[in-house]
Structures are given as structure tokens and as C-alpha cells.
């Protein structure tokens, strides 16, 4: 049975709220608690590490607790509810440190709370992605609900990306602490809702009922799709590129790009970016498609966001003054960007059935655990690099005032130029090398294993 507009748009409208909450924590974490509270951007960086860390063992864990699942709601809604919920308050005190906080209570609690947000987040993300191979037949309906949850989800990140600075200062009047926390306060009420309404209106069509493995099964089963740990591998080398940016993006305009005026040419560069990673996901992206297979699109992305990059770099070398000037970079690197998410969700939904007819186990739930994974653990990996950029460039909000001229001639700014634009072409180039090697799954070979699943 074809999927109805309604299972489609409240899918979509759960992406949405999803990415909402998440772009939050993966761009602007680190900002909030290094910039405006003061804690050591080295001592941030750490603790965003350490709790990708601990995903790795929690996530796959989170991953066969759901496929063990059986309630009359099915495996995947009960834990998408209760995961939502909790993560939306977690995700609210997050963004609320308490006043009275600083020094080493102030880590602890930023400490705590992340690793309790990434717990929470990983609880209902997991059964979010694993429904799609457990509710489409394959082929174009599972590529098409793919692109359109994965545009939803883009849509719900560059709102988050356009929005978020601006919202902060209006709710909090310019104080920059309550805003966050207000605006926090919005986004997670909003997530819960969203996700309560796809929750409603989605049921499991097609699930293949087989024994719950153990903990050494489905490392071994993973291990054993050399497809799925190619897609993972490209994942993690991606968005590491793109949250090394995300993250010391506020940092260039504030520091170097936009001196007493930057928060207006912030403001207006995420929501010219923002508008062409969505318009990337519905509209570039299903055009490109009807001439191009999905591998070359995913190819034809990866020239696109190397180029943005490099033409970045020579405009911040020649000390570019104009906003518009960006909006170039910005277009091939947004667009690039948005459309490889939808592709890495398309391919990785393809390694279900590789999976189950190679090692005859279908486990949605563990391999899209490990996107959860490597996805967090992309933004750890960048966290981590952008607070050492910020450790030995020494830039704070004690610089703000200081002469763009001044700026551009700094060592300093020099390393926070490097580092946004030469390490994510490197991991691009990376990630094109991993790929080219290793996947095999071509729309011929995704059609030819369908049918053989089919026939037993």
C-alpha cells in the first residue's frame, strides 16, 4: 500500500522539530557556554568529545533495545515519544545554566547535561530514522520519503540557522543569556509537538519479524556490512567538514568579517545559506535527479562544496569586505551540503536490505543507531577542533571592539580562516576517496536485491 500525504507530511513535519533541537546543540553548545559564560573553550571541547565517546557504546545499545521492542504501538513509536519529551526538558536546562553556576560547578553541569541531552536525543532519533525501511516497500517510495524527511529535517536546521541569533536578542531584550534560554524554551515545545503529531498518524506497514540478536550479533552484523560502514565512514568525514564551519562561522563575523556590525551580517548570511540548503533538498536535488543518477549527484555535491571552500578561502585571504561578495561560497557550500544529507540518509536506508541479504538480518534499528552515532560524534570531533582554534587564537567577546584592519593582519585570524575552510576540504576529499572505493550499491543493484528479498 502507497504511502498517504498524511504518513508523508507528519514524517516530514517530525524532521522538522527534530533538527530543530539538534542544530541548536551542534552550532551554538559551544558559543553559549564559551562565549557568553566563560568557560575554557579547551574545557567545552573535552567534554563534547567525551560524550561522543560514551555514544559509542550507547547508541548501538539504544539501537538493539529497539529492535527488541514489542508494544501494541509497535518498536519504534514508544521509544520516539518518551525520547522526545525527555530530550525537549534536557535540552531546555541546557540553555538555562543557573546564575549562581561558574568555575567547576559551571563545567559539571554543562558536563552533565550534555551527556544526558545526547542520551535523550539518541533514544528518539534511532526509531525516528529506523521507520523508514519499516513502513516503505523500497526502490522510489523509500528514496522519495527519505529526500522529503531529510529535506524537512534541512528546513528545520536552517530555520534554526537563521533564526537563532535574532530570536536570542529579541527574546532576551540583548541580553544574550536569556535568550538562549527562551529560546530554547520555544524550540522544545515546538519539538515535542511535532514529533507527538507524526507519532499519531504513523503505523508499521512491513517489519521482518526475526529473533532478537545479541549485543556481539549486531556488532558482528555490522561489521559485516562493509556498505553500511562505508556510508557511516562518509557521514562522519562530512559533517565533520560542515560543524567545524557551522561552528566558528559566529566566530569569523564577530571576531574578524564584521567588526561593531556583525551580528547583522550574520544574521544575513545564515538566512541567505539557510534558504538555499532548503531549497537544495526540495528542489535542486529532485531536478538533479531526473538526469543524473543519485551517485553522481552525490559526486556533483562534493565539487560544489570544494569549490565553496576554496573560492571562501580566497576571499577571506584578500580581506573581502562585502557581505554579497560571500553569498557565492555560501551558495556552492549550503546547496552542497544539503543536498549530500539527503543522499547520506538514501544510501545508508539502502544497506537495510543489503544487510538482510547478505547476512540474512534486517536491522533497521542498529545500523540507523549508527548514523544517530556518527553523527554526534561528527559534531564532537569539530567541537573539538573549533575550541582548540579558539584556545590558540585567543579570540573572546574582549576582542569585539578591535579594528578589522588589525584583525586581518593577525596570526590569529589567519588560523580561524584556515581552519574553517582547509581541514573541510580535506575531510571532503576524504570522504570522496573512502566512497568511490568502497560503495557498490547502484540503483541496478538496490532494484536487483529487492527483487531476490522478494523472492525469498
Known amino acids: 500500500m502507497k504511502l498517504s500525504w498524511k504518513e508523508k507530511a507528519s514524517y516530514g513535519l517530525g524532521a522538522v522539530g527534530k533538527d530543530m533541537v539538534y542544530m541548536l546543540s551542534a552550532s551554538y553548545i559551544l558559543y553559549y557556554y564559551q562565549d557568553i559564560l566563560g568557560v575554557s573553550a579547551i574545557a567545552m571541547g573535552t567534554i563534547l568529545m567525551a560524550a561522543r565517546v560514551f555514544d559509542a557504546f550507547n547508541d548501538p545499545i539504544m539501537g538493539i533495545i529497539v ?68 513502513f516503505t516497500e523500497g526502490g522510489k517510495e523509500r528514496e522519495n520519503l527519505s529526500t522529503l524527511a531529510r529535506s524537512c529535517a534541512g528546513v528545520g536546521s536552517a530555520l534554526v540557522t537563521i533564526l537563532t541569533m535574532k530570536c536570542v536578542y529579541m527574546l532576551g531584550q540583548g541580553n544574550e543569556r536569556s535568550g538562549f534560554s527562551r529560546f530554547a524554551l520555544v524550540l522544545a515545545a515546538l519539538f515535542i509537538l ?140 549550503f546547496a552542497a551540503f544539503g543536498m549530500l544529507t539527503v543522499l547520506t540518509t538514501v544510501f545508508l536506508a539502502n544497506t537495510v536490505d543489503y544487510g538482510q541479504w547478505k547476512n540474512n538480518r534486517r536491522d533497521e534499528s542498529v545500523i540507523f543507531s549508527m548514523q544517530t552515532f556518527v553523527v554526534k560524534l561528527a559534531s564532537g570531533v569539530a567541537a573539538l577542533i573549533a575550541s582548540i582554534c579558539l584556545s590558540v587564537t585567543h579570540l573572546s567577546k574582549d576582542t569585539s571592539e578591535v ?50 528479498i522478494r523472492q525469498g
Open 67 to 134: 529492535a527488541k521492542t514489542r508494544t501494541k504501538w509497535g518498536k519504534f513509536r514508544p521509544w520516539l515519544l518518551i525520547g522526545t519529551i525527555l530530550n525537549a526538558v534536557i535540552l531546555y536546562f541546557l540553555f538555562a545554566a543557573p546564575p549562581a553556576l561558574d568555575g567547576g560547578g559551571l563545567v559539571a553541569y554543562a558536563a552533565i547535561l550534555y551527556v544526558l541531552w545526547g542520551v535523550t536525543y539518541t533514544m528518539m532519533d534511532i526509531p525516528f530514522w529506523s521507520m523508514i525501511p519499516a
Open 194 to 333: 511535532f514529533i507527538g503529531i507524526a507519532c499519531l498518524c504513523i503505523r508499521e506497514k512491513s517489519t521482518v519479524d526475526v529473533e532478537s540478536p545479541s549485543v556481539g550479533q549486531m556488532f558482528r552484523s555490522l561489521l559485516q556490512n562493509d556498505q553500511a560502514m562505508t556510508v557511516v565512514i562518509s557521514i562522519v568525514l562530512i559533517n565533520c567538514s560542515l560543524y567545524i564551519t557551522s561552528n566558528l562561522v559566529i566566530y569569523f563575523f564577530k571576531y574578524d568579517f564584521g567588526g561593531e556590525t556583525w551580528y547583522d551580517s550574520f544574521t544575513l548570511f545564515n538566512t541567505f545559506g539557510g534558504g538555499i540548503q532548503i531549497l537544495s533538498m526540495m528542489l535542486f536535488f529532485p531536478l538533479l535527479r531526473r538526469f543524473l543518477s543519485a551517485i553522481r549527484v552525490f559526486y556533483l555535491s562534493f565539487f560544489m562544496a570544494i569549490t565553496g571552500y576554496i573560492v571562501l578561502l580566497l576571499l577571506m585571504l584578500f580581506n573581502a569586505t562585502s557581505i554579497f561578495a560571500l553569498f557565492v561560497p555560501a551558495f556552492l557550500i
Open 403 to 452: 579594528s578589522q584592519a588589525v584583525q586581518a593582519a593577525s596570526s590569529s585570524v589567519m588560523t580561524l580562516r584556515l581552519t574553517m575552510t582547509v581541514l573541510p576540504i580535506l575531510g571532503l576529499l576524504a570522504a570522496v576517496f573512502c566512497f568511490r572505493r568502497k560503495y557498490i550499491l547502484t540503483q541496478e543493484k538496490v532494484e536487483e536485491i529487492a527483487r531476490q
